[in-house]
Structures are given as structure tokens and as C-alpha cells.
């Protein structure tokens, strides 16, 4: 009791944390373990790209705790790299939580060097610490503390373990006056350019909370933010002229350039501070580890394609082969209900609100649940197996030759989930080119909201061959956006490749609890889509379908047929110039799934059940041209303001919305078109 | 036995070396150094095709690299077993 309230006296009420680490070293799990927060967690590089806060509490002690993007250093190529260079660099943080993955510990420990260099504050999380156990990798917590000289705590973050301890080392850090800041010797050839260059920087205010030596450092490595900085400064031209001699000196003596000679250096010091702390067993076996085995068939260069487009099709496979009969328990509930609501309420005008409006429209697309669900399972399955990254590995190939870049790929898959997180998941895109590309074709890549639309036209006309129609469809969106990165790339952003490097994460078993979180996090943001935006905009549905006052419901002459009938006409000859389907095509522009939602309201659910009505309306050449168009006309309209909001310019925004709809018409029109010609009208 | 030079991409599969020199342009250099593609470390092509993007064993990790980025790494056969299982190749 004493102790602790001694350590609060000293320690303050509240204390910033920052988590920074490489990509993947489990920055998010622990931050989730910390604030109870549900941030999404993936088995590959670059799952975070926004800082998030949340917080911990302590005893008396308030910890405001801040999720950052992955980064290897503090050199920052990318925008989510960025995002957490420049947090760590504010002098926000109180402390530093640098999350280490032990099963890789010389690379995760140059950033740690980084941070320590520029005066952080610094706790060491060793995570991953089960896996660094699995290959008998021993680490001497003490000794590495001890050469640190900060504290180390093994953490387990998937199984939150050591949670608690790691907090005691922060809280008890935070008091702490910081010492010297921690230096590496960059060898005789550099230290006394360094020192001269860290004695010219002093005084200088842009720079004031950041250590000489480190500013000296960085200046001879050429990083711009911090060069940046110094160019403020009044003195500016001496110091860079003084900077210039330097390097120009580093690199007479050492035939090496400032940045290439520290990052050796650093990683000489790493290599020794592995030899004293580390001891592992290894033999031949074991370095050819399981995720290598694996890696030999699943990257193979005959095998790599069909495998994931194999994989692909299960994945779709299995959403219909499961889905479908559930889907049919489900709509045959909201049936049920409909009849009963209907029976039940006496006023005319509420039981068509009710049936017609919430249960029709809203129902509509809550029948779509379990497909929905299931399809989440197995991007969750793909995203904590490892096998994303692996994904863009094989595609690169391709790409490279188009001209794309394969990380590219990484946010088209997340793009199945939901097109905002995918078009945000292209800031770890370093090159500005490939990232505006890749925002562009991105909202080509089907999310679930468009799944009802194709399960509902599916499930009626192409029953058979259900599995099959679907991936058509996804694949035709992969396959689009492919073309038109080839064409955005030629005609819009010319330029080099960039070069191709990316981190491969070891293949992990997914585990049934983590998946089903995922599943559940993402299917239950669905669920409450469909009762909030979806809600209303089918209420305002059902509310044009009644006006004018006394027009027939839902019929040509109410407000909705009005509206449906003005722009019908375009859609013409795409085979599906009616009323119904151009209003269900306007109102699916405030996301995708109001498409059905609108498809429930006009045509009813009755007894018969939607798909009646659909069978009667619809051909399956028409709805096929319909599914294509869907699939590719304008995003949500959160996807736009994502888009606005990445790329920063209305002009890309307004550029994605008019190239989507154009090609959205134009291929529905050669689907169907095309499909006369062949007879299947 | 001396070996010697060659540019990361023209080492088989399964082949160990270690880093002689970085070269290539300056953002592609501090990214590899950054990852670990640094003088003297060690490395282990885990797979590599007649084009397109291979995947280094350096250290504890697993790295993709394009083959131009492989190319701007010049590394140092180390002579010695297949450490693949592969059947040995004379
Ligand atoms: N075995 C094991 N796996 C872990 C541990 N911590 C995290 N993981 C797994 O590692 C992967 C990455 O975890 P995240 O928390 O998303 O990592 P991150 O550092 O936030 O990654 P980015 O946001 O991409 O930088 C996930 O598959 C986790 O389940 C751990 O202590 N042990
Ligand atoms: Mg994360």
C-alpha cells in the first residue's frame, strides 16, 4: 500500500503512450488488451493506417494510449508511416510503448535504436514472446534491459499476457526524469562530423525538444522532415553547408554514404546486443521453417494463380452453399412477420409504413445476414492466415508486367470487406502514382453491400449455378480494375514502377475466437447499417411511393415513380429501362444495399416473397446486366468521402464517380447487348 | 574457396549469402537498410522464378522483393549444403 502510493505520488495523473513498432508486431492486440477497444487486428503488414486512441486505467493513473501505424523507422516513405513518425516526433507522447516482435528481433530492434535516439521514453514490449519460445529463441530480459537501459517486459498479446505488468513498467517510466539520451557509436570516420554538426545545431529553435546529436544524424541522412526543420532556422545556410562537408567526408573516407554507414552501424550494434542477450537453438530444420514449406507451393510460379483464385471461388462456394438455406429461414421470417404486422395493425397508412416500408425494405436486406456473415468468415480465415501478403506476392508478377504494383493488391482484398477501409489501406502504397491508382480502381472490387443485390438476382435466375454467377462477378470487378490500372497508369500517372518490397508475415492458425470476432465486428456494423442509413433512406422510400397524397402505392405516379421514370430511359438499353430499377440504382448511391431495401419497398414482400416478383419483371439477361452495374457504378457515398478525403482533391473524386458510372453503362450495355445478339434475350 | 559477386537474383533457391553492397536509388536503399539488407547480414532465397518478385529468409523474417529490387543487392555466395532438403544439386 505504502509503495504504491509512494510510485502515484511521483508518478502523474495522466500520461500519454504511444505504441509504436514494426507492421505486425501485435501493436493493435495490445492495444486492444489495453482499452477493451475492438480495432481490427490482421496477419498482415499495414492493418492499421490511422492513429486511434483509447483509454487505461490504473490505479489513480489515467493512460491515454495511442494505436500507431507500423513503420520499420522513423524514416517514413508512406502516409500511415508518416502518421506515426510524425505522433512520435510531436512530443505528445509522455512514453514510448515500443512493441518488439521477439520472433524477429533483429529488425524489430532498429527501430527501438531510432527511438531510443531521439530521446523517447522508451518501454520494450518483447511480444510474440510464445512464438520467439516456439524457436527456442532464449532472450535474457535483464541483460537486455540492462544494455538499454530501459525496462523489457515479454508480453503475449493475442493471449493478454504480461498486459498488466507492461502497464506497471510504463506508469513507473512516465515519472522518471530521463537520463542521457542513448547513443550508438557510429565509428571514428563519423563521430567527429557528427559532433561538429550536433555543436552547430545548438540554439536552434524548430528543433529544441529533439536531441543535437540525433538532428545532426538525421541531417546526414538526408531526411526531409527534419531537414525541414532546420531550414527555418535563420542559420540554416551554415548548417547544411556544414552538413554537406560532412557527408562528403563520410563518404571520401568510407566509400559509403551517411545513411548506408549508420544503418550498418546501428545494425552492428544489434548484431552484438542479440550475442549478449540472445541464445537459440537452431538446425537446418527448423530454418526451413513450416511457412517456407508452405511459401514453396503457395507462391509457386505455376501453382500461385490458380491457387488463389481457387481459393476464391471456395470462398464464394462456400458463402452460397451455406448461405443460401439460411437466407431462406430468415426471408421466410420476415414474411411471417409482414402478414402478421399487417393483420395486427388496424390503421391502413402504418401497416403499409410497417409492412411495406420497414419490414419490405429493411427486411429485404436483413434477409442477406447470413451470406454476409459468412462471407466476412472467410476474409477474416484469409486476413489472420497470412495469406494477404502472399496474395499480392503471386499477383506482382502480373502486375509488375502491367505496370502495377503488387502491393496494390493488398487493399483491392480488403476492398471484398468494405471499399472504406480498402481505399485507406492505400496509404501504405509508398509511391504517390500507385497510390492514386489504386484508389481509383478500388471501389471495383465488390463489397458485401453488393451481395444481396447478387444473391437476390442469383438465388432466382441462375440457381444452379449460384457459386459460379457470383465469382463471375467478383472476378469481372478484379479483372476491371486491373484494365483500368493499366489505362490510369498510361494515361494518367506515367512513371517508373516503383520498386516491389514487402514484409511476408509467418502463416498463423487462425484462431476460432479471433475470426469470429472479426465476423461478428464486421457483420454486426452491417446490422446496424441496416438499422440506421438504411432504415431511414427506405422510410423515405416508402414515403415518395405514397405521395402525392392518394396515389396508388409505389406506383408510376408517385414521387418514386416519378423520379425512378426520369432517369429510366438511360438505363434502357441495358435491359432494365423501368421505374423500379432506376430509382433502386439512385437510392443505392447512399450504400449499396438500399438496391434491395428498394427492390422490398416497390415490388413488396408479400406472400409470394420478393423473388416472385422479380421472376415476373426480370430476365436473367436483364438481371445479369443489372448485377454488372451494380457492381461498378458509383461507390457509396462513403466510399466517395474517403476517396475525397485520401486523395485530398475533388477533382479525382469527381473523376471516380464519373468513370465508374460511365463504365458501369457501358459494360452493362455489352452484356446485354451482346447477350441479344447471342439470343439469350 | 573464393565465390563470387553476384546480384541477389541470380542466386538459386535455397542458396545462402551474405550482403556485400546496397546499391540503387536512395529511397530503395534506406528501405532495404531499414529491413535488414544491410552489409554482412545473411540471406537465404526461399523462392525464386525465372521472373518476377522473389522471397528472402533475412534473419527471423520472411522478405518479398521485386527483381529489381534483387538486382540492386549484391551479395556473396557462402559455399556449403542446401539448406532446402532439396535434392543436392552438383
Ligand atoms: N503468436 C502471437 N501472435 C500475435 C501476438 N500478438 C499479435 N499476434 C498476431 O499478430 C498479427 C498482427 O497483430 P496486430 O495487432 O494487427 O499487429 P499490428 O502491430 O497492429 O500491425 P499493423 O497495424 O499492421 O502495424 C495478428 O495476426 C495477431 O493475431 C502474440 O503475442 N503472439
Ligand atoms: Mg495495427
Redesign the pocket.
Known amino acids: 500500500m505504502v509503495a504504491s502510493s509512494q510510485a502515484a505520488a511521483k508518478t502523474p495523473k495522466e500520461i500519454t503512450v504511444g505504441l509504436a513498432?514494426?507492421?505486425?508486431?501485435?501493436?493493435?492486440?495490445?492495444?486492444?488488451n489495453l482499452t477493451g477497444a475492438r480495432q481490427?487486428?490482421?496477419?498482415?503488414?499495414?492493418?492499421?493506417?490511422e492513429k486511434k486512441e483509447g483509454r487505461h486505467i490504473r490505479d489513480d493513473v489515467v493512460v491515454r494510449v495511442v494505436?500507431l501505424?507500423?513503420t520499420y523507422s522513423l524514416g517514413a516513405f508512406s502516409e500511415d508511416e508518416a502518421v506515426a513518425r510524425n505522433y512520435i516526433l510531436s512530443g505528445e507522447p509522455d512514453l514510448v510503448i515500443n512493441?518488439v516482435d521477439a520472433s524477429n528481433l533483429e529488425r524489430n530492434l532498429y527501430l527501438t535504436t531510432q527511438l531510443m535516439e531521439m530521446g523517447a521514453n522508451v518501454v520494450i514490449a518483447l511480444?510474440?514472446?510464445?512464438?520467439a519460445e516456439k524457436k527456442q529463441i532464449r532472450i535474457d530480459l535483464e541483460a537486455m534491459a540492462g544494455i538499454l537501459g530501459v525496462p523489457v517486459v515479454p508480453?503475449?498479446?493475442?493471449?493478454n499476457?504480461g498486459t498488466s505488468e507492461l502497464v506497471a513498467a510504463a506508469v513507473g517510466a512516465a515519472g522518471k526524469e530521463p537520463g542521457r539520451a542513448f547513443t550508438i557509436d557510429y565509428g571514428k570516420e563519423a563521430e567527429p562530423g557528427i559532433a561538429k554538426l550536433e555543436a552547430a545545431l545548438a540554439g536552434v529553435e524548430t528543433i529544441k525538444h529533439l536531441p543535437a546529436r540525433w538532428v545532426a544524424v538525421k541531417l546526414l541522412e538526408g531526411d526531409e522532415s527534419i531537414y525541414g526543420r532546420v531550414m527555418q532556422s535563420p542559420r540554416a545556410g551554415e548548417i547544411i553547408k556544414l552538413r554537406d562537408e560532412v557527408a562528403a567526408h563520410i563518404e571520401r573516407v568510407t566509400g559509403l554514404d551517411p545513411e548506408s554507414l549508420f544503418a550498418d552501424r546501428r545494425y552492428g550494434f544489434i548484431g552484438g546486443l542479440i550475442r549478449e542477450t540472445v541464445t537459440r537453438k537452431s538446425t537446418v530444420e527448423d530454418r526451413l521453417s513450416v511457412s517456407d514449406r508452405i511459401d514453396r507451393v503457395v507462391t509457386n510460379r505455376l501453382l500461385g494463380i490458380p491457387i488463389f483464385f481457387l481459393s476464391m471461388f471456395a470462398v464464394f462456394q462456400f458463402t452460397f452453399v451455406l448461405g443460401g438455406p439460411l437466407s431462406g429461414y430468415v426471408e421466410a421470417f420476415f414474411g411471417w412477420l409482414g402478414a402478421v404486422a399487417g393483420a395486427l395493425i388496424a390503421n391502413e397508412l402504418v401497416a403499409s409504413l410497417v409492412v411495406d416500408g420497414i419490414i419490405g425494405g429493411v427486411g429485404s436486406v436483413l434477409v442477406f445476414i447470413p451470406p454476409i456473415f459468412l462471407i466476412f468468415f472467410a476474409i477474416s480465415l484469409l486476413e489472420?492466415s497470412?495469406y494477404m501478403a502472399r496474395a499480392a506476392y503471386v499477383m506482382d508478377r502480373f502486375m509488375h508486367r502491367l505496370g502495377l504494383h503488387g502491393k496494390s493488391f493488398i487493399p483491392l482484398l480488403v476492398g471484398f470487406g468494405c471499399n472504406v477501409p480498402a481505399i485507406m489501406a492505400c496509404r501504405t502504397l509508398e509511391n504517390r502514382r500507385d497510390r492514386m491508382i489504386t484508389i481509383l480502381i478500388t471501389p471495383l472490387m465488390s463489397c458485401a453491400a453488393r451481395l444481396p443485390v447478387y444473391v437476390l438476382f442469383v438465388g432466382v435466375f441462375f440457381a444452379a449455378y449460384q457459386g459460379l454467377v457470383i465469382f463471375s462477378l467478383y472476378l469481372l470487378g478484379i479483372v476491371l480494375a486491373i484494365v483500368m490500372g493499366v489505362l490510369f497508369k498510361r494515361f494518367l500517372f506515367k512513371g517508373e514502377v516503383s520498386p516491389f518490397v514487402m514484409e511476408l508475415?509467418p502463416y498463423?492458425v487462425p484462431?476460432l475466437k479471433?475470426v469470429l470476432i472479426h465476423m461478428w465486428e464486421r457483420g454486426w456494423a452491417f446490422i446496424k447499417r441496416a438499422g440506421t442509413v438504411i432504415f431511414s433512406v427506405v422510410i423515405i422510400i416508402w414515403v415518395l411511393a405514397n405521395l402525392p397524397a392518394g396515389v396508388e402505392f409505389a406506383g408510376r405516379e408517385s414521387y418514386l415513380g416519378a423520379i425512378g421514370g426520369f432517369v429510366a430511359p438511360v438505363f434502357a438499353p441495358l435491359g432494365f429501362g423501368t421505374w423500379e430499377a432506376a430509382a433502386a440504382l439512385i437510392f443505392g448511391l447512399l450504400a449499396k444495399e438500399v438496391v434491395v431495401g428498394t427492390f422490398g419497398v416497390v415490388y413488396g414482400i408479400g406472400e409470394e416473397g420478393l423473388a416472385a416478383a422479380i421472376q415476373t419483371y426480370w430476365t436473367p439477361l436483364s438481371a445479369y446486366a443489372f448485377m454488372v452495374m451494380s457492381l461498378i457504378y458509383i461507390p457509396c457515398v462513403a466510399a466517395i468521402a474517403t476517396i475525397k478525403r485520401e486523395t485530398n482533391s475533388w477533382r479525382w473524386t469527381g473523376f471516380a464517380v464519373a468513370y465508374s458510372l460511365t463504365l458501369g453503362w457501358v459494360m452493362a450495355f455489352l452484356v446485354y447487348q451482346g447477350g441479344r445478339l447471342f439470343g439469350l434475350g | 574457396m573464393l565465390s563470387s559477386v553476384l546480384p541477389l537474383g541470380f542466386l538459386a533457391p535455397g542458396r545462402e549469402a551474405v550482403v556485400r553492397e546496397v546499391s540503387g536509388g536512395k529511397e530503395l536503399r534506406r528501405r532495404l537498410g531499414e529491413l535488414g539488407f544491410v552489409r554482412g547480414s545473411v540471406v537465404r532465397v526461399v523462392q525464386s522464378q525465372s521472373c518476377g518478385p522473389l522471397i528472402i529468409s533475412l534473419g527471423d523474417g520472411r522478405v518479398a522483393l521485386g527483381r529489381g529490387a534483387a538486382q540492386k543487392i549484391m551479395v556473396e555466395e557462402l559455399d556449403g549444403r542446401e539448406l532446402d532438403g532439396r535434392s543436392p544439386v552438383k
Open positions: 513498432g514494426n507492421p505486425n508486431s501485435g501493436k493493435t492486440s495490445m492495444f486492444n481490427h487486428v490482421g496477419n498482415w503488414p499495414g492493418v492499421t493506417v494505436d501505424p507500423g512493441i511480444n510474440m514472446f510464445d512464438e508480453t503475449v498479446a493475442v493471449r499476457k489472420d497470412g508475415p498463423r484462431t479471433g
